[in-house]
């Protein structure tokens, strides 16, 4: 890939503030990581996560979501939850996610062609209010503005349905988190497909956990952006860089899923011995999930859920 080239892709991904970015600029090396707190609100107490599915998915696919949320209420070593628990170190914050409702739009009602005001649009349906948090997720087929260009998904806030009617002050957040199964697999859901920029390793991607390399990215790009939404939900709080492009939580340890990550390379993970899907985090009935590593501000360091 010219040089050029890719310079231009990371300044594109630059210009898209809260993304979560493709993959493959995880290859990318990073400067060190310092978040500041901006001293605005974050998330605290409880919330609940509402789904909008764009588009179709089976019952199937809507679990591996529906189950990662629930799971980050568990406990023990390795699990979800103690990977979630690193976010209440960033003081003042410690946000209580739980699953709520769930809207299924299997008729793509505003089209398949979307932009980032349609995805506000949408998230409204969800009845949102300070205590929610909104996530849209679309289907493969659904083409989402800058989607695989210079993102896989975004968290942002907007003011409170209510709150326009002089009913209510405040802003509600909001997540879009795209399946990117056919569209940019190679961006938004390595490890699990063979990255498009970059070095190509020489072994095979990794075997995704619920068997679905579509739903496996789409919860990488939703980890990554529920961690963002509740330490930097309204552009003041812990980030590092410029507010219109700042790296938050997850975004700053792009790449790294376990010890000894490096370029290309997602780390020591655990594999399963029956079907060699890779993963480092357990959740409720024995779910896996392969999640980021979320920096530690007590530490310092970008921590997997295995550390």
């Not at 919330?47 to 696919?61: C, D, E, H, I, K």
């Not at 490096?262 to 029956?274: E, F, K, N, S, T």
Request: charged share 10%; net charge positive; with cysteine.
């Amino acid at each position: 890939m010219p040089h050029s080239l890719f310079l231009l892709v990371v300044l594109l991904a630059a210009a898209q503030a809260s993304a979560a970015t493709p993959r493959q600029l995880f290859l990318v090396s990073r400067p060190p990581i310092t978040l500041t707190n901006h001293h605005g609100q974050l998330l605290t107490g409880n919330y609940s996560v509402n789904l909008l599915w764009y588009g179709r998915f089976t019952p199937a696919q809507r679990a591996v979501v529906a189950d990662f949320i629930l799971s980050l209420s568990g406990t023990g070593p390795g699990s979800v939850a103690a990977w979630w628990a690193t976010t209440s170190r960033y003081h003042p914050g410690a946000a209580r996610l739980s699953l709520g409702r769930q809207v299924l739009d299997p008729s793509r009602s505003l089209g398949r062609r979307l932009s980032e005001s349609s995805l506000a649009s949408l998230a409204t349906r969800l009845a949102p209010h300070r205590g929610s948090v909104a996530v849209v997720v679309t289907a493969p087929d659904v083409l989402v503005d800058g989607f695989c260009l210079s993102r896989c998904g975004l968290h942002a806030s907007s003011p409170t349905p209510n709150a326009t009617r002089g009913r209510g002050r405040g802003r509600y957040v909001y997540a879009w988190v795209g399946n990117p199964a056919e569209q940019c697999p190679g961006e938004c859901a390595w490890p699990f497909h063979q990255p498009l920029y970059g070095p190509q390793p020489a072994a095979a991607p990794l075997v995704a956990p619920n068997a679905d390399v579509g739903m496996d990215g789409a919860v990488i790009t939703l980890a990554t952006l529920l961690a963002g939404a509740v330490t930097n939900p309204y552009g003041g709080g812990f980030f590092q860089g410029p507010a219109e492009a700042p790296m938050e939580a997850v975004t700053a340890c792009a790449g790294v899923f376990g010890a000894g990550a490096y370029q290309g390379y997602p780390g020591q993970l655990r594999v399963d011995a029956a079907t060699g899907a890779s993963y480092n985090a357990v959740g409720i009935a024995g779910r896996r999930f392969l999640l980021p590593a979320m920096w530690d501000p007590e530490t310092a360091q970008c921590s997997t859920p295995l550390d």
